[in-house]
């Protein structure tokens, strides 16, 4: 008798190694069965490890101009985390009241009520409801981000392996803190069409200068191995205060980090070791034109080492502060415990309403606590999947380590939780809104948003300028250069 085996079906493609495959495929996991009133958590989803953005992050909003400023209009945005261990247990109501304290409860629950608030993307009605392991939180919020200077980002180089740019002041190089599309990655992406950059290094918010990009991930790794050889030179130049010495000061003061989330760093033997050669180009009678060579890239060690020198950036809203004492930080001679540094230099700022100036604003200072809550209700994700001591801090001169040829872990964490915040694709941008002074800005208020019942005064352009500047960065087998700024002229005068 001929035994009868089934045929190919309309599925399987006639492949019997498919059908071989399947059959060796490990069974599909049971979904247990939930007690009775047992809250059921889907299983984590697998998240890129990279970042990229692209034409829908691009359109969550738009710039407009004004009064020499580039500014973003303001946008709905979802921030995303997943329940934090230290959060099982707790309650909703629980974990904002006392890890997000910037806003009181009401403001939590008003949120949950207009559907804001999702719970393993489920509307939340009741923060009672107990967190569990692999909750997935998602909170919608109206995203204001500060005004940024209105020069250009200038496209110095392109070639099929790089973009080299001319990054002016006060922009981020990629997403960080309350800055998202005020940034020369979106800008690049939204003005420019690039896209899939590679960042090979990174400068401070407030330095100006050459800027590199990989196109590939080869040339990124290519150029990486030169950071490790110490194969790169990288020059800047700054205009400080006084008559600099003329010979060549070497400084290799070690260099520690007293607030990620401020900005702040000075000099101390617990550091990280470092080592930066000076050359004074010039001196006008008041102020004197530096060349800078890092050997190192330690965060703010430029402007750290020259104010240990006693000659600080003219300009330097961090470094040339009064916080810092009579002798604003001279030989290291600070007489305040880190606690007190933050806080005079931050009523420092607020006094002057130059917060901004600092990437930070009011809902984001809570010195006492700066390592466990937000700074505000636009934060309330996004410090928790980023580390908060990282949530507002953007990177230093030059973030990838000459010594080790990386990032520092806590940028690290920054551009890859990056890649998971995302933007509510059913949630449209504001119009039509009345804050903001002409045409351009018109958008419509948000009812529950802080900031919209905010009036800020904006930075004028001047404020948005650091006189420190990458004129050159070169490399085994490139040299990229950009112009001298007007301000290191040697006959300039503020």
Same mark, same amino acid.
């Given at each position: 008798?001929?035994?009868?085996?089934?045929?190919?079906?309309?599925?399987?493609?006639?492949?019997?190694?498919?059908?071989?495959?399947?059959?060796?495929?490990?069974?599909?996991?049971?979904?247990?069965?939930?007690?009775?009133?047992? %809250?059921?958590?889907?299983?984590?989803?697998?998240?890129?490890?990279?970042?990229?953005?692209?034409?829908?992050?691009?359109?969550?909003?738009?710039?407009?101009?004004?009064?020499?400023?580039?500014?973003?209009?303001?946008?709905?945005?979802?921030?995303?985390?997943?329940?934090?261990?230290?959060?099982?247990?707790?309650?909703?109501?629980?974990?904002?009241?006392?890890?997000?304290?910037?806003?009181?409860?009401?403001?939590?629950?008003?949120?949950?009520?207009?559907?804001?608030? %999702?719970?393993?993307?489920?509307?939340?009605?009741?923060?009672?409801?107990?967190?569990?392991?692999?909750?997935?939180?998602?909170?919608?919020?109206?995203?204001?981000?500060?005004?940024?200077?209105?020069?250009?980002?200038?496209?110095?180089?392109?070639?099929?392996?790089?973009?080299?740019?001319?990054?002016?002041?006060?922009?981020?190089?990629?997403?960080?803190?309350?800055?998202?599309?005020?940034?020369?990655?979106?800008?690049?992406?939204?003005?420019?069409?690039?896209?899939?950059?590679?960042?090979?290094?990174?400068?401070?918010?407030?330095?100006?200068?050459?800027?590199?990009?990989?196109?590939?991930?080869?040339?990124?790794? %290519?150029?990486?191995?030169?950071?490790?050889?110490?194969?790169?030179?990288?020059?800047?130049?700054?205009?400080?205060?006084?008559?600099?010495?003329?010979?060549?000061?070497?400084?290799?003061?070690?260099?520690?980090?007293?607030?990620?989330?401020?900005?702040?760093?000075?000099?101390?033997?617990?550091?990280?070791?470092?080592?930066?050669?000076?050359?004074?180009?010039?001196?006008?009678?008041?102020?004197?034109?530096?060349?800078?060579?890092?050997?190192?890239?330690?965060?703010?060690?430029?402007?750290?080492?020259?104010?240990?020198?006693?000659?600080?950036?003219?300009?330097?809203?961090?470094?040339?502060?009064?916080?810092?004492?009579?002798?604003?930080?001279?030989?290291?001679?600070?007489?305040?415990?880190?606690?007190?540094?933050?806080?005079?230099?931050?009523?420092?700022?607020?006094?002057?309403?130059?917060?901004?100036?600092?990437?930070?604003?009011?809902?984001?200072?809570?010195?006492?606590?700066?390592?466990?809550?937000?700074?505000?209700?636009?934060?309330?994700?996004?410090?928790?999947?980023?580390?908060?001591?990282?949530?507002?801090?953007?990177?230093?001169?030059?973030?990838?380590?000459?010594?080790?040829?990386?990032?520092?872990?806590?940028?690290?964490?920054?551009?890859?939780?990056?890649?998971?915040?995302?933007?509510?694709?059913?949630?449209?941008?504001?119009?039509?809104?009345?804050?903001?002074?002409?045409?351009?800005?018109?958008?419509?208020?948000?009812?529950?948003?802080?900031?919209?019942?905010?009036?800020?005064?904006?930075?004028?352009?001047?404020?948005?300028?650091?006189?420190?500047?990458?004129?050159?960065?070169?490399?085994?087998?490139?040299?990229?250069?950009?112009?001298?700024?007007?301000?290191?002229?040697?006959?300039?005068?503020?």
């Amino acid at each position: 008798m001929t035994e009868l085996r089934p045929g190919p079906g309309p599925d399987s493609g006639g492949s019997e190694d498919a059908v071989a495959a399947a059959a060796a495929a490990p069974p599909a996991p049971k979904k247990r069965r939930l007690a009775a009133g047992e %809250r059921y958590v889907p299983p984590p989803r697998k998240l890129s490890s990279g970042v990229s953005f692209g034409a829908v992050h691009f359109a969550e909003t738009s710039y407009y101009f004004e009064g020499g400023l580039r500014k973003v209009r303001p946008y709905y945005f979802d921030f995303r985390t997943y329940c934090k261990g230290r959060w099982v247990g707790r309650s909703l109501a629980h974990v904002f009241s006392t890890e997000f304290r910037a806003q009181p409860l009401a403001c939590y629950r008003a949120a949950a009520r207009a559907g804001r608030l %999702r719970l393993n993307e489920q509307p939340v009605h009741d923060l009672d409801t107990v967190l569990k392991n692999n909750d997935f939180l998602r909170n919608t919020v109206h995203r204001h981000e500060p005004p940024v200077t209105a020069q250009p980002v200038q496209i110095l180089v392109e070639d099929d392996e790089v973009v080299v740019v001319d990054k002016p002041s006060s922009l981020p190089v990629h997403p960080c803190g309350r800055f998202r599309h005020n940034t020369v990655i979106f800008i690049l992406g939204k003005e420019h069409n690039l896209t899939e950059l590679h960042t090979i290094h990174r400068l401070d918010r407030m330095t100006s200068g050459v800027l590199m990009f990989a196109k590939t991930a080869e040339v990124s790794k %290519r150029i990486d191995e030169q950071v490790r050889q110490r194969q790169l030179e990288k020059e800047y130049v700054c205009r400080v205060v006084g008559e600099f010495p003329e010979n060549e000061v070497v400084c290799e003061e070690p260099i520690l980090v007293v607030s990620y989330k401020v900005g702040v760093c000075r000099v101390d033997p617990k550091g990280k070791s470092c080592k930066t050669i000076f050359q004074r180009l010039s001196y006008n009678g008041k102020t004197s034109v530096v060349k800078c060579l890092p050997h190192t890239g330690r965060t703010h060690q430029i402007r750290v080492h020259l104010q240990y020198l006693g000659y600080p950036i003219v300009n330097d809203p961090i470094y040339n502060m009064k916080a810092w004492g009579p002798e604003r930080g001279k030989g290291g001679k600070i007489d305040k415990t880190d606690e007190e540094l933050l806080k005079a230099l931050v009523e420092e700022h607020r006094s002057k309403q130059s917060l901004d100036v600092l990437g930070i604003s009011e809902e984001d200072l809570n010195l006492n606590a700066e390592n466990k809550e937000c700074g505000n209700s636009s934060d309330c994700m996004e410090s928790v999947q980023v580390d908060p001591i990282n949530g507002n801090s953007c990177p230093a001169e030059d973030t990838k380590d000459p010594e080790k040829g990386e990032i520092p872990t806590c940028l690290q964490n920054s551009d890859t939780n990056l890649e998971t915040l995302e933007k509510n694709k059913e949630t449209s941008s504001c119009e039509n809104w009345d804050g903001l002074v002409g045409e351009k800005g018109s958008e419509e208020k948000d009812p529950l948003c802080v900031e919209c019942k905010i009036t800020r005064r904006d930075p004028s352009p001047k404020e948005l300028v650091m006189y420190l500047h990458a004129l050159r960065y070169k490399g085994a087998e490139f040299e990229y250069c950009s112009k001298m700024p007007e301000w290191a002229m040697e006959d300039w005068e503020e």
